[in-house]
């Protein structure tokens, strides 16, 4: 059974502060990492996408991946109140699908 | 462009009810899914449907039936549903030209069914 897992949170950080999420997948060969940011009521977003160990930069936003430890993480520096919500982090799994994890509700305070 | 659509964004049926959901892109995109999802839970796959056809059926039952018209649309056909099938119900797509291994998907904005 292939798994993703995340914290659920809530992950609670003040405004201007960096955010780090973190999440684990069991597949040793998945080649896809997604992260995707979900307002309440709202349908998934994709924020990042990385395929390669290291960093990914996207203006606020890092993607870290590391294959040998198995974990894949989004830090999102100057945090804002309008990036709460939930982030979902997905992981291929074989043809045409991702395994999603159970999300992260982050809330930023003022 | 990565716009996915969806009709309608809310819809509310009784259980000997028939009705439809439509998804449709305009980006090219060969593949194309049905998700599910319930409050504070991930989507949770349905249906795949590449290059126009049925390529994965995640034991869904029989009341949801999709249907893939085209390379730009796809319908889920909803009949005789149950109460807990009241859920946010997405479509995504995606290039669908690699074998599916990893390809990003894009989703629409969903329609959010209640069953009475």
């Known amino acids: 059974q292939k798994e993703v897992e995340q914290n659920s949170g809530p992950l609670s950080v003040p405004e201007g502060a960096i955010a780090s999420l973190n999440c684990t997948y069991s597949?040793?060969?998945?080649?896809?990492f997604f992260w995707y940011r979900q307002y309440s009521g709202k349908s998934p977003e994709l924020i990042m996408s990385?395929?390669?160990?290291g960093d990914k930069e996207d203006g606020r936003f890092t993607a870290q991946l590391n294959k040998a430890s198995q974990y894949v993480s989004l830090l999102i520096r100057d945090s804002q109140p309008s990036d709460s919500a939930t982030y979902l982090c997905?992981?291929?799994?074989?043809?045409?699908?991702?395994?999603f994890g159970a999300g992260t509700r982050l809330a930023v305070h003022p | 462009d990565t716009e996915v659509t969806q009709t309608p964004k809310h819809l509310v049926m009784g259980m000997t009810n028939k009705k439809s959901l439509k998804c449709e892109q305009h980006m090219g995109h060969r593949a194309m899914y049905w998700y599910k999802q319930k409050a504070k839970k991930p989507p949770e796959l349905m249906f795949v449907?590449?290059?126009?056809?049925?390529?994965i059926n995640e034991s869904v039952p029989s009341r949801f039936s999709p249907e893939c018209p085209n390379s730009s649309l796809l319908n889920l056909h909803l009949h005789a549903l149950q109460p807990e099938d009241s859920a946010l119900y997405l479509c995504a797509s995606s290039q669908g030209g690699s074998g599916g291994a990893g390809e990003t998907q894009y989703f629409g904005p969903g329609t959010r069914l209640l069953v009475l």
């Open positions: 990385i395929y390669s160990n």
């Open positions: 449907y590449s290059y126009e056809k049925l390529s």
């Open positions: 997905a992981v291929s799994g074989g043809y045409n699908k991702l395994i």
């Open positions: 597949d040793r060969v998945s080649q896809s």
